[in-house]
């Protein structure tokens, strides 16, 4: 199966440290670094020595920033990244974020708009160039750091010999320094100096037949379209009593919920206030959905799943504009404190996996009725108990994790609990 994700890569393209020229002059691991301890790389300095100066850009670009509660703004950053973000190796598919994704995504409690950095044409004003920071409080192990989360770094593909991106990176640091933040985490499918992690992705067919005809999928040798669409059909309905739509009374329990839940990984954000469940994981219309399971009798969350949409465009087919993708998102169970010792033999717990296998098997309902093609996810959090048993295959890309001037060991797959978009 093709992949879709920022950062299509097979995982396998490293460069030595001399041939990253930008990356060799940052506070990152080398590539062959053995890392057990934690903390900064470079000590911060006191806000006040920060450069108050713009970083400097050829003579042709100007610096601007992107007000997304302004439609024009919102519009023009949706214009360029729908034009010139993420293809798939082949260049059959390319992201496209809706305009009510991008204001989701780069709105959450206490975003800045002196994060969300753009370059312009000097002489016609034209959106050429963008990146972006919010905040994320990130705990590495046993240590929780206020750092931003780098995104949607982006530039006009005719532009491409500019080395722009360099020049971006080391302005939003500046303005990320200026805050007084000195730690940033992103994600590339590039292989930079050096991925704290690697996650594959894996695919779940909700469409077989439109997945065949836009080149996504194959149908498997010796096999039919039949036999793949019967294959891949999901129930009509979904399967846990008290399985419904998140709504604003739950986002109290659903904090802490997540929370206890993502203290089961090494690398995982917290979620500080009632506020950011509100923003990330209480549904937003077209953009992300969530399901909580009420238990019936006590009226407690027992367990909450989500996903959003991230539609990608069909380049040159004549029958499909639009691959219609959910990624699955952020879940928790309570189950976690009611004991898990029970394993199978290959060392899953029983509990935890029948209980993430309801889950996913629901939204997966959830999301064929919603009229998605495929779901995506990744190889992170406990996806791993899940993924086989729910039929998504594995694609050809790789996301891998980076934290800028931070130094931690490397993290297995199965303990990453962030989820960039």
């Given at each position: 199966?093709?992949?879709l ?72 950053l ?43 044409v ?7 160039a ?19 989360e ?24 500046r ?14 499918g ?13 695919h ?12 996504f ?5 010796s ?55 509100e ?63 029970d ?20 939204a ?20 791993g ?37």
């Amino acid at each position: 199966m093709q992949s879709l994700a920022l950062q299509e890569s097979t995982g396998k393209e490293k460069k030595t440290m001399a041939e990253h020229r930008f990356w060799n002059t940052q506070p990152v691991p080398k590539h062959d670094e053995n890392i057990t301890d934690m903390g900064p790389i470079e000590p911060s300095i006191p806000v006040d020595q920060v450069s108050k100066e713009l970083t400097a850009l050829p003579k042709e670009f100007e610096w601007c920033e992107l007000d997304m509660t302004i439609e024009k703004d919102a519009k023009e950053l949706y214009d360029l990244l729908t034009l010139n973000y993420v293809e798939d190796d082949e260049a059959q598919f390319r992201f496209d974020y809706s305009v009510n994704f991008l204001k989701w995504a780069l709105q959450p409690p206490n975003w800045r708009k002196d994060w969300l950095v753009g370059v312009r044409v000097a002489s016609n004003k034209k959106l050429v160039a963008f990146i972006s920071a919010i905040p994320v409080q990130l705990r590495t192990f046993d240590k929780s750091t206020l750092m931003t989360e780098i995104n949607f770094l982006n530039v006009h593909k005719k532009l491409r010999s500019k080395r722009l991106a360099p020049v971006m990176i080391r302005e939003i640091t500046r303005r990320s320094h200026i805050h007084g933040i000195f730690q940033a985490v992103y994600t590339a499918g590039a292989v930079l100096p050096k991925p704290v992690s690697t996650c594959q992705y894996f695919h779940r067919s909700l469409n077989p037949k439109k997945l065949v005809e836009c080149g996504f999928s194959r149908i498997p040798q010796s096999w039919t379209l039949a036999r793949m669409i019967k294959h891949f059909k999901v129930p009509e309905k979904t399967s846990i009593p008290g399985f419904r739509e998140m709504q604003q009374k739950d986002v109290p329990e659903v904090l802490v919920l997540v929370n206890k839940y993502l203290e089961r990984f090494d690398f995982a954000p917290q979620f500080e206030t009632n506020a950011d469940v509100e923003h990330w994981i209480l549904p937003h219309k077209d953009v992300v959905w969530s399901y909580v399971v009420e238990d019936p009798t006590t009226k407690k969350i027992t367990d909450m799943v989500s996903f959003y949409s991230l539609p990608s465009s069909v380049i040159g087919n004549p029958k499909h504009k639009t691959l219609n993708a959910a990624y699955l998102f952020y879940y928790g169970t309570d189950i976690i404190s009611k004991g898990t010792e029970d394993k199978h033999e290959d060392g899953t717990p029983k509990l935890l996996s029948k209980r993430l296998n309801e889950l996913v098997g629901d939204a997966l309902v959830m999301a064929k009725r919603l009229g998605f093609d495929v779901m995506n996810g990744l190889q992170l959090m406990d996806n791993g108990l899940v993924l086989q048993q729910q039929k998504f295959g594995a694609g050809d890309g790789h996301l891998n994790y980076y934290l800028y001037n931070w130094r931690c060991p490397d993290v297995d797959d199965k303990k990453v609990g962030l989820v960039m978009l």
